[in-house]
Nanobody
Framework: QVQLVESGGGLVQAGESLRLSCTAS????????MAWYRQAPGKQRELVAT???????NYADSLKGRFTISRVNTKNTVYLQMNNLRPEDTAVYYC?????????WGQGTQVTVSS
């Protein structure tokens, strides 16, 4: 069974940084398009960033310049570097792996940004 395990969330103050990690197992990680999503209380889950197997990245327009997605295939891990965090970035952040027609999700990691 495919497993995605996120880590790195926590409570930070506005302006600080966090790096989230997601490590995958039981999947051909190098072939996956990986993504980060987030869901704030009372809101729909939204796409944060994606990175293809070839390393092409894409970001939500509102997050460009502050967030950076990257991957290390030898570690089966995708990262999300989040800089200059704002209170509105508070959400549960989810890792997603897309392979062929299948989507797999992690359990989520909470990020809370205080003002």
């Amino acid at each position: 069974q495919v497993q995605l395990v996120e880590s790195g969330g926590g409570l930070v103050q506005a302006g600080e940084s966090l790096r989230l990690s997601c490590t995958a197992s039981r999947i051909t990680f190098g072939a996956c398009t990986m993504a980060w999503y987030r869901q704030a209380p009372g809101k729909q889950r939204e796409l944060v960033a994606t990175i293809t197997s070839g390393g092409t990245t894409n970001y939500a327009d509102s997050l460009k310049g502050r967030f950076t997605i990257s991957r290390v295939n030898t570690k089966n891990t995708v990262y999300l570097q989040m800089n200059n965090l704002r209170p509105e970035d508070t959400a549960v952040y989810y890792c997603n792996a897309h392979l062929f027609l299948n989507d797999y999700w992690g359990q989520g990691t909470q990020v809370t940004v205080s003002s």
